[in-house]
């Protein structure tokens, strides 16, 4: 990986970029273990907004023996580098602005949720203080993916209005992708500031994006590139800042799955803004074994008769110590 830092983080600002919902591994997020979980909840009520993202749900867990599962070897991976492998499962849901319609909105999102599994690993240099992400994710997108299910007994659960509209959601396809995010220090200042450049690509059959953007975390933090797998700090604070720009080639909650095309109703690929930006700002709290965070996310309109949108979440995690 020597001497591909700058060529890297330069393609990735000259060419497509990408942005995602979830992004569990990246460096701000970084627990000092080779062995926790962690739950992650994002849901656009954070923003008292009801439409597009509407909610996100991901459940992480991070042990050595993940190395060895089948899919470990489709992973990129070195073994002279730190290593964390992983799995996943994530639920993502997707409404227009409107809930109280049983009909099509013509020019609006489309109903869509997925259901996903993953598998990841994350490589860490810390001597040149680069890490890569690498991850395969399976599962569905459709009626299959429970969406409709799950936001009807969310909305009845807090007694708001039942959605209407689920019908018409996205149909039943496979969703098949494969990921890689490249991250790189680019000015540390001891344990109280951190700037680095950030690239990767997604290709499959969920999506097609690549993404570029900067990241930078102040306060009382551990360097996530140095301490990658184990800090005696029992206590740590910041806030962190990540403006991406993004570029996207095709995405199947608006423009329905790649082999089943029979939808009731999709975003056209004319339609489809390629060029969409995002920011997302965050507080962690992490307390002994525990992790804690808050954020907020914003992104521009991610087609023609769209508008922006903004989400929030909470995630917490633990580190599961060996018994000795």
């Known amino acids: 990986m020597k001497g591909l830092a700058l060529p890297a983080l330069l393609i990735g600002f000259i060419c497509p970029v990408y942005g995602q919902k979830i992004d569990h591994t990246a460096s701000y997020r970084t627990i000092s273990s080779d062995r926790y979980i962690r739950i992650h909840y994002e849901n656009d009520y954070f923003s ?59 020019g609006d999102r489309p109903f869509a949720a997925t259901l996903l599994l993953k598998q990841f690993a994350v490589m860490n240099d810390s001597s040149r203080q680069y890490r890569v992400v690498s991850s395969v994710s399976a599962g569905i997108i459709g009626p299959w ?88 700090n029992n206590f740590r604070i910041y806030v962190y800042a990540e403006p991406l720009m993004n570029v996207v080639g095709y995405d199947a909650s608006l423009q329905g799955g790649l082999f089943n095309r029979t939808s009731p109703y999709i975003i056209s690929s004319r339609d489809i803004a390629r060029l969409v930006f995002q920011y997302n700002a965050g507080l962690v709290i992490k307390v002994r074994s525990t992790y804690m965070e808050y954020f907020q996310s914003y992104l521009t309109k991610e087609f023609e008769l769209g508008k922006p949108h903004q989400w929030g979440g909470i995630r917490l995690g633990w580190m599961i110590i060996p018994k000795k």
């Not at 899919?71 to 499962?89: D, E, H, I, P, W």
């Open 48 to 106: 008292t907004t009801d439409f597009y993202y509407t909610q996100g749900i991901n459940v992480e867990f991070v042990h050595r023996a993940i190395s060895r599962f089948p899919l470990s070897s489709l992973l990129l991976r070195r073994t002279q580098k730190q290593m964390k492998f992983g799995v996943a499962s994530e639920h993502l849901g997707y409404t227009p602005t409107s809930l109280t319609h049983p009909e099509i909105l013509v």
């Open 145 to 232: 993916a429970g969406g409709k299910q799950l936001q009807t007994s969310i909305h009845r659960l807090i007694n708001d209005k039942i959605p209407k509209g689920w019908e018409h959601q996205i149909h039943n396809d496979i969703v098949l992708n494969y990921q890689v995010d490249f991250e790189k220090a680019l000015i540390t200042s001891g344990k109280y500031f951190l700037m680095n450049g950030k690239v990767g690509g997604r290709v499959g059959t969920f999506s097609d994006k690549m993404h570029a953007g900067i990241t930078v975390m102040s306060g009382l933090l551990d360097n996530p590139f140095k301490n990658f797998l184990t800090s005696k």
